[in-house]
């Protein structure tokens, strides 16, 4: 089954992605593992970039790496989070345990992109976060769903996962390539030139990016960074070749 989480942005990664301390542990219904920001990152955040508009309502956290039936003394854990959707601003406090607390967000948030920024922590050390559960009125939408598909993608092909466009200002095209392997192309041009609005498949190598539709393919050259993408060669239409940049 698809699901509904494009890709999951943060602020920084202690080991810069690598699996023991990557973003999506935080999402991966395992306790076990954690997402660890950098030491120097003041608020440690996570974006979400979601395939469709979702109404989020309901998290709930382990705030922090547990050993015993207590927090460890060498890790910062949650104490304060700050949710939104870029309209509505929630601010919620959370107690000192090792247990999962699940919080009814009220109002809920509701768009394509949530963003949960830490804003106070207790203790001292890296932040590290075992757990982050996120629900819509549709369903859960974290779990160990994710934890299979980012498996399943190399380290590179990840790097292309996310909302991009060519102009944040006045976007003519945006891809969408999303952790299920599916991608959302869509091109709006502000000239009178024809538009066009594809949905398909997706995989994603050091070097290319290729794109699948029915019968069409295209395997086009890419050169993907942090926050850029430059396509080059024969995309599925003629639009798609450009340079992109990831959408804030």
Same mark, same amino acid.
């Given at each position: 089954m698809a699901t509904s989480i494009s890709a999951l942005r943060a602020s920084s990664e202690k080991d810069?992605?690598?699996p023991r301390t990557s973003a999506y542990n935080a999402i991966d219904g395992n306790a076990r593992t954690s997402w660890c920001s950098s030491a120097d990152d003041p608020s440690p955040s996570l974006t979400f970039t979601l395939k469709d508009v979702? =109404?989020?309502?309901?998290? $709930?956290?382990?705030?922090? @790496?547990?050993?015993?039936?207590? *927090?460890?003394?060498d890790k910062r854990s949650l104490k304060k989070v700050k949710l939104s959707? $870029?309209?509505?601003v929630l601010e919620l406090t959370f107690q000192k345990s090792t247990k999962l607390q699940e919080v009814v967000l009220d109002p809920p *948030?509701? $768009?394509?992109?949530?963003?949960?920024t830490v804003t106070e922590t207790r203790g001292a050390g890296p932040f590290c976060l075992p757990e982050l559960s996120v629900k819509s009125l549709k $369903?859960?939408?974290?779990?160990?769903s994710?934890?299979?598909? @980012?498996?399943a993608l190399s380290t590179p092909a990840r790097r292309f996962l996310g909302s991009w466009t060519d102009n944040v200002d006045a976007p003519e095209r945006t891809?969408?390539?999303? *952790?299920d392997?599916?991608?959302?192309?869509?091109?709006?041009?502000?000239?009178? =030139?024809?538009?066009?609005? *594809?949905r398909g498949k997706w995989r994603g190598s050091y070097k290319r990016l290729t794109l699948e539709r029915g019968t069409k393919k295209a395997s086009l050259k890419a050169k993907v960074t942090d926050e850029t993408l430059q396509l080059t060669g024969k995309g599925l239409t003629s639009s798609m070749a450009s340079e992109y940049v990831r959408v804030p």
């Open positions: 810069e992605g690598k979702r =109404e989020i309502s309901k998290i $709930g956290l382990i705030v922090g @790496v547990g050993k015993d039936g207590d *927090l460890v003394s959707d $870029g309209t509505t *948030l509701r $768009g394509t992109r949530i963003t949960f $369903g859960q939408l974290t779990g160990s994710i934890s299979r598909k @980012v498996r891809i969408v390539i999303s *952790l392997g599916t991608f959302h192309y869509r091109y709006e041009p502000l000239l009178e =030139e024809e538009a066009h609005n *594809l």
